[in-house]
């Protein structure tokens, strides 16, 4: 399992803008930011933030196109508002909320495309 995970972005305020706004129907903060970087968690977690968004020092272009990151959502709401507010704040669609069968009867979960090119989805495993 891993420690914590960085994003590339080549515009951070954007980015945090977007990032702020979908992950909060998930239960995800903002825990810090610095001029390069922004930390994201758990309300109240400290240490290493689990998940955040970098600029690269050396201008490094976003992410391969086979570059996907899933976060678990509490419910089918809180997918839908992922979506809604990725959407709203400058996300593309990738898949609007839904059952995807091929993966499982009960995998509920909505796709998105951040500016930078990067792949997340919002996922609730339900249990049949």
């Known amino acids: 399992m891993y420690d914590h995970l960085s994003l590339g972005v080549q515009d951070l305020a954007r980015a945090i803008a977007l990032y702020d706004a979908t992950l909060a129907p998930l239960g995800i903060v903002r825990l810090w930011r ?5 930390g994201f968690g758990p309300p109240g977690f400290e ?32 997918v839908q508002q992922f979506h809604a507010a990725a959407l709203a704040a ?9 059952i995807r069968e091929h993966y ?11 500016p ?13």
Do not use: I, Q
């Open 104 to 114: 499982d009867v009960g995998y509920y979960a909505a796709f998105v495309r951040d």
């Open 34 to 38: 610095t001029k390069r970087a922004a």
């Open 47 to 78: 240490g290493e933030a689990p998940f955040a968004l970098v600029v690269p020092s050396d201008g490094t272009p976003a992410p391969s196109a086979g570059f996907h990151l899933a976060f678990g959502a509490p419910s089918r709401e809180a």
């Open 90 to 98: 400058g996300a593309s669609d990738d898949g609007a909320p839904g």
């Open 116 to 128: 930078d090119g990067h792949r997340l989805e919002a996922v609730l495993h339900e249990t049949t």
